[in-house]
């Protein structure tokens, strides 16, 4: 069935380091991806998504492409602000779900000043 | 424009008791969807709703069960509570079926059973 596996966390850096976090999955088809955040204390928030091989979504500075030859949409940031740390999840959408979402297990971000 | 409302944000509960939990989306959005978050399970998929029909049902048991009214409001119960039933209950909304757009959550209840 489809999956998604993400690096494990917790993931800790310094302030403005360069971010990636690697999320890899397993489904037939086309499927859509996306990344979420939660912030402590909070639900989940859509980051940015790609529905097609080659899209690259963004959002606050964040970066995710959709790589079919490599099955991933690793998420990448140039430079972490302490604001950043929170959990990220990668999730896939296929068909062979009825679409619904799978979900990575998150990875935790640690950013220290 | 408002965001996802879940009522209430925290519950205690003893076992054997029976819970229900709210959800109002944002307005317009016609599915919704719930998801129980555990530190051990991370996140798992309980139901969607979409025009008030049940569209998806995760492999929960029958003692967790929900429901969508015409103004999309959807609501979930779990009767006969456990211990295990202690978690993060999130509820989240699309306009299209399943999220393909993505989803809006909501900031969660928290259910603590004792």
């Known amino acids: 069935g489809d999956s998604v596996t993400q690096m494990e966390g917790p993931v800790t850096l310094s302030e403005e380091a360069f971010l990636t976090i690697n999320c890899t999955y397993t489904?037939?088809?086309?499927?859509?991806l996306f990344w979420y955040v939660q912030y402590p204390g909070e639900g989940l928030q859509l980051l940015l998504k790609?529905?097609?091989a080659d899209d690259k979504g963004s959002n606050k500075g964040f970066e995710a492409t959709y790589r079919k030859e490599t099955t991933s949409f690793h998420l990448e940031k140039g430079s972490v602000q302490v604001s950043d740390s929170a959990v990220y999840f990668c999730?896939?959408?296929?068909?062979?779900?009825?679409?619904?979402?799978?979900w990575g297990a998150g990875t935790k971000l640690i950013i220290k000043p | 424009k408002a965001g996802v409302t879940q009522t209430p944000r925290y519950l205690i509960k003893t076992r054997g008791q029976q819970v229900t939990l709210s959800c109002s989306p944002i307005s317009g959005h016609r599915s919704v969807s719930w998801y129980q978050q555990t530190p051990g399970q991370g996140l798992q998929f309980l139901f969607e709703y979409f025009s008030e029909t049940q569209r998806n049902k995760g492999n929960f048991p029958g003692r967790f069960s929900g429901r969508q009214f015409s103004n999309s409001r959807s609501e979930m119960n779990v009767s006969t509570l456990e211990l295990g039933d202690s978690a993060l209950y999130l509820c989240?909304?699309?306009?299209?079926?399943?999220?393909?757009?993505?989803?809006?959550f909501g900031s969660g209840t928290r259910l603590t059973v004792v």
């Open positions: 790609a529905t097609k």
């Open positions: 999730a896939l959408s296929a068909p062979d779900s009825n679409y619904q979402l799978i």
């Open positions: 489904a037939t088809g086309y499927p859509s």
């Open positions: 989240a909304s699309s306009s299209k079926p399943a999220g393909v757009d993505g989803y809006t």
